[in-house]
């Protein structure tokens, strides 16, 4: 390709429009301490194990494979758990625990919760299974979390799915909304 040839006038609108130019001495750019950026917090690691309270409650039966689950904070109105049992609160979030072990089930519980009252969930889907696998008909990781989210803090009520949901292999569990969501 032929290189192309300036004319004078080109060439003076060129030197207009550039302005006075200087010629690099040094290629090296020195950084000035005001512009590195602020650094960011570390967020905290929550200990979500307190989330539960110490206290257990020793009134708590062992429910058997086919047996619902029921359970009203104090002070909650008796229409609430009617509505949940029927499905009246949009699910939010969903987990899946059944076949895992009590320590596992237990620490994907307690970060499950913990997210969703962060995220601002109301209602939650728990699927448990029903403990046809376990010994003796006894569940195991039902009568668990039967237990634990009664302890929970922030459950305020949970009942067993009706039966398109997972009827006593699952609960709808009823949040309390976190302090950032309060209107």
């Not at 039902?142 to 006593?168: E, I, M, Y």
Request: with cysteine.
């Amino acid at each position: 390709m032929a290189k192309k040839k300036l004319t004078p006038e080109d060439s003076d609108l060129f030197r207009q429009t550039i302005g006075k130019v200087h010629t690099v001495k040094s290629d090296k750019v020195l950084l000035t301490a005001g512009n590195k950026p602020k650094p960011y917090p570390k967020s905290q690691t929550v200990n979500v194990e307190e989330h539960l309270s110490g206290a257990v409650e020793l009134d708590v039966e062992n429910v058997g494979i086919e047996d619902s689950l029921s359970f009203m904070a104090p002070g909650l109105q008796h229409n609430v758990l009617k509505k949940l049992r029927k499905g009246q609160f949009g699910l939010d979030a969903e987990i899946d625990l059944h076949g895992l072990n009590s320590n596992d089930a237990k620490r994907q519980l307690l970060h499950f919760l913990h997210d969703c009252v962060e995220d601002g969930c109301r209602c939650v889907h728990i699927i448990h299974g029903k403990g046809y696998r376990s010994t003796d008909n006894h569940p195991v990781l039902k009568n668990n979390l039967n237990l634990w989210l009664r302890q929970h803090k922030d459950v305020q009520a949970f009942c067993s799915a009706p039966p398109k949901d997972g009827g006593t292999g699952a609960v709808f569990v009823l949040l309390q909304l976190s302090e950032k969501y309060d209107a």
